[in-house]
């Protein structure tokens, strides 16, 4: 299987987050965290930025795949269609003459 390489997007996003981490180790906080107190029931915490990363390339990835089944797809279509049109060519060309 050949080695996947990271599309534009994957690459500006890494980048991205890895200044968005450079910038925080940069900059101590002004102020002590705050720990949050008892979550409300059902109340999901906030995606950290290595999980957004995350779910934006599996995002990307799933959207590449079925972008590579549509253009295999209309690929086997368009080759089956030359095909047979060249077929209908060789039948004309060749039929008896009256």
Do not use: C, H, N
């Not at 534009?8 to 906080?29: D, G, N, Q, V």
């Not at 906030?46 to 797809?73: C, G, I, Y």
């Not at 279509?77 to 060249?86: E, P």
Request: glycine share 4%; net charge positive.
């Amino acid at each position: 299987m050949a080695k996947e390489e990271l599309s534009a997007r994957e690459k500006a996003l890494l980048a991205e987050a890895r200044r968005e981490a450079a910038a925080r180790r940069a900059s101590p906080p002004a102020a002590p965290v705050q720990v949050p107190g008892p979550a409300a029931p059902g109340a999901k915490p906030a995606p950290t930025p290595a999980e957004r990363l995350a779910q934006l390339m599996a995002d990307e990835r799933s959207a590449s795949v079925e972008r590579k089944k549509k253009m295999r797809r209309y690929g086997l279509t368009i080759s089956a269609g030359i095909l047979a049109l060249f077929a209908l060519w060789l039948l004309r060309a060749f039929r008896p003459r009256r």
